[in-house]
């Protein structure tokens, strides 16, 4: 069966398309990239549905199949900014009713996980999810993905965009402050908020901007930033792994680009003797293949939805989903 899945969550409209295997045949999207400013909901959803039924087309087109071939349809049903959601939801029901073939909303924390597993062979694992609205550590356990640790203010990209457009780097500074970071040479302490399994960062970012007022350079602040966040998301994902015996961890949303958070989580999965599993870049933003992967992964382990049960879902937890895909 041909699954297409459609994502829109947040700033990233994305077609995907897999087989069975998670062959991944297309895997399309469109970014959002406000002016000026932050994300604005309306804004985006206003342009996710000016680009999807082109960005439906193109995925079709790269997959080398007509869209009769699609057996099933997925969308994103929550967690995300209402605007977005459905509009991701309005297309996907559209098409799977024109279609005449069922449809499945999925949970994106939920999807990254299951792309993770699939692409990269690990079969366990804990998933560090450090993206720009979520950042959480979730695993599995007792039949669901459940959530051992997480943020308690904001997600750990939103952090570094809304910190970078204070200090002048722009909108989207994750890529900033990577670059800028491998050119700082002096660490400066930050606030490090770890609390049991949850971080927070709101008194980081206020030290850092205080940082600038002082003229300390920009790469000493970008790398002092980097070493302190992420020695945060480090600590609590190997607190989950020691507290739930998890050998696999996996790394997902879009921070985990980062080579530096690569790196940290690296070393200290060497030296438990764990493994560290990253997918490639296009599946670790958010994306179609994800959703439709999760979403033919249910259809095929018997979950069946009626239009009507297809409402988006903004607070949608990963924990409430009944994992009925594995055993
Ligand atoms: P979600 O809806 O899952 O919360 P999202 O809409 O924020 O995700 P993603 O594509 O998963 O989208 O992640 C985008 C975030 O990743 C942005 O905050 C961006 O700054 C950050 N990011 C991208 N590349 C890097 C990088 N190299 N280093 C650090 N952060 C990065
Ligand atoms: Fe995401």
């Not at 790269?62 to 969308?75: P, Q, T």
Request: a negative charge; hydrophobic letters at 40%; charged letters at 20%.
């Amino acid at each position: 069966m041909i699954t297409l899945g459609i994502e829109g969550t947040a700033h990233t409209l994305g077609v995907g398309i897999v087989d069975d295997e998670c062959n991944v045949l297309a895997n399309e999207l469109d970014m959002f990239r406000p002016k000026e400013g932050g994300l604005h909901p309306r804004e985006a959803a206003n342009h996710h549905s000016d680009v999807v039924s082109t960005i439906i087309r193109s995925a079709v087109d790269k997959a080398g199949i007509s869209l009769s071939d699609v057996g099933l349809v997925s969308f994103s049903m929550g967690p995300g900014l209402g605007p977005c959601l459905r509009v991701a939801g309005t297309a996907a029901r559209a098409l799977a009713c024109s279609l005449g073939v069922p449809i499945v909303g999925v949970n994106h924390c939920v999807a990254h996980v299951e792309i993770g597993r699939a692409q990269c062979g690990c079969d366990d694992p804990a998933l560090l999810y450090a993206s720009g609205g979520n950042t959480q550590v979730i695993a599995f356990a007792e039949g669901r993905y459940r959530i051992f640790g997480e943020t308690q203010d904001i997600g750990v990209g939103n952090m570094l965009d809304k910190l970078g457009r204070e200090l002048g780097m722009g909108f989207y500074a994750g890529p900033v402050f990577e670059k800028l970071a491998k050119e700082g040479d002096r660490y400066y302490e930050l606030p490090y908020s770890v609390k049991g399994m949850d971080v927070a960062f709101s008194g980081l970012m206020t030290a850092a901007v205080a940082l600038q007022k002082k003229g300390v350079p920009l790469e000493d602040i970008a790398l002092s930033v980097q070493e302190t966040a992420f020695a945060m998301l480090t600590e609590v994902t190997e607190r989950a792994m020691a507290h739930i015996g998890k050998d696999e961890v996996l790394l997902g949303g879009g921070v985990a680009q980062n080579n530096r958070l690569r790196d940290m989580v690296a070393d200290m999965a060497h030296a438990r003797g764990a493994e560290m599993y990253v997918p490639d870049r296009r599946f670790c933003m958010d994306n179609g293949a994800m959703i439709a992967w999760l979403g033919a992964e249910m259809y095929n382990s018997g979950v069946r939805m009626d239009v009507s049960e297809t409402a988006v879902r903004q607070r949608f937890r990963t924990d409430e989903v009944e994992v009925t895909w594995r055993s």
